[in-house]
């Protein structure tokens, strides 16, 4: 506890260890299912990177932000390399916008290979997974769909990543 102005201020996160992003982890690590395990670190991650930048910008813009702010080149290069097998999959095929108007993700998928910066590089590849929580939070991605399940398989680990580190 701590008192400011008169009042009892309780901080959960320092006292208590209850810090969002923390749990959402932990909780994404208890799940068998590669899509309920995906959402949970994606709800970690987004606690994370929900507090950079004004409340109005853009959540890609949020998101490079916070990568660019708290991800080193040489964990960025780390992702890379523990992540291999999983990125190739990521950016193996785009990831279409499932809204209908004609985008996928291969813009993203170009920028990382042409990208000599480890940084630059996970940044796209955040873009692309951006894309893959966009369609299952919308309802456009199936559980029961091999894809699907293997695109939330294969970038829950590099989120989880991030989470270990700055949760």
Sequence with gaps: MKFRGGFVVVLLSEELGCDKA??????????????????NFWRGFNNLFSSVGPSHSQERDQIRSYLDSNVTPEQAQEILDINSSNIDYLLS?????????????????????TAACPKVKVSELF??????RCNLEHGQKSPSR???VRLCECAGPVISYILERNA
């Excluded at 873009?127 to 893959?132: G, N, S, T």
């Design 22 to 39: 923390h749990e959402w982890l932990e909780r994404g690590k208890q799940m068998a299912d590669p899509v309920d395990a995906f959402s």
């Design 93 to 113: 095929q785009s990831v279409i916008d499932m809204r209908g108007n004609g985008k996928d993700t291969s813009q993203h998928i170009e920028a990382f290979n």
């Design 127 to 132: 873009m692309v997974i951006y894309q893959v």
């Design 146 to 148: 091999a894809r699907d």
